[in-house]
């Protein structure tokens, strides 16, 4: 069955400490792709980063950065120097191959907020 | 900006009663999904639409339904409200069936059923 598992529902931290989100995930397929996402208050969706299973390579975009291991189905997310501005709700979710469709399964989220 | 409009932004409705809400995709962009994201349930996967032919159906109650146009806007249409159906709705366009691009997010409709 195809499942996301963020364990951290809430994470407070203080400006300038990094934090790190924890995405755990199952499926059967050996080709799928797993998404990261964030709502801020404003509400929208915000998409953050793609990457495929055959892709294991650490990726960081400026502050953020993300470690991909298969071996344990995890995909975290590292935000290091947080700001005020990175208070979100942050989604994992996770696409396999195709049946047709691209949809996306969603974990519960992780809310993070990052104070002054 | 995504790219992706919904209208409307809010819907404040009663019990009982149908509304329609509405999506334009991103230029070009031939998929259109809808999610729903609830305090109760989270973002769940509604409908996937691929160039007007239905693609794959995920918790979509009976009394929901969809449609996508040949101008590929889609429509999601609720009907015979229940409280429980207050929730933040979803669209979200890609771009080619099978490609996996990153599915663009609109705005969002906040229904209200009082």
Request: one cysteine or more; a negative charge; hydrophobic letters at 30%.
């Amino acid at each position: 069955a195809q499942k996301v598992t963020q364990a951290q529902t809430e994470i407070s931290v203080v400006e300038k400490e990094d934090v790190t989100l924890d995405c755990v995930y199952e499926t059967r397929d050996t080709t799928y792709y797993l998404f990261w996402y964030k709502q801020p208050p404003s509400g929208e969706l915000v998409f953050l980063i793609r990457r495929n299973s055959f892709d294991e390579q650490n990726e960081i975009s400026g502050r953020y950065s993300w470690n991909f291991q298969k071996s344990t189905s995890s995909f975290n997310f590292t935000i290091t120097a947080s700001q005020v501005v990175d208070s979100a709700v942050y989604f994992c979710a996770l696409s396999e191959t195709p049946y047709n469709t691209d949809k996306l399964i969603f974990g519960t989220g992780t809310r993070l907020q990052v104070f002054p | 900006d995504s790219g992706v409009t919904q209208t409307p932004k809010h819907l404040i409705t009663a019990t009982g009663q149908r509304v329609t809400l509405r999506c334009s995709p991103r230029s070009g962009d031939l998929s259109v999904y809808w999610y729903q994201q609830s305090l109760d349930q989270g973002l769940q996967f509604l409908i996937h639409y691929y160039n007007g032919e239905e693609r794959a159906k995920g918790n979509i109650l009976e009394r929901f339904s969809a449609q996508q146009f040949p101008d590929l806007h889609s429509e999601l249409n609720l009907s015979s409200l229940e409280l429980g159906d207050s929730a933040l709705y979803f669209c979200a366009s890609s771009g080619n069936r099978g490609s996996y691009n990153e599915q663009f997010f609109g705005p969002g409709t906040r229904l209200t059923v009082l």
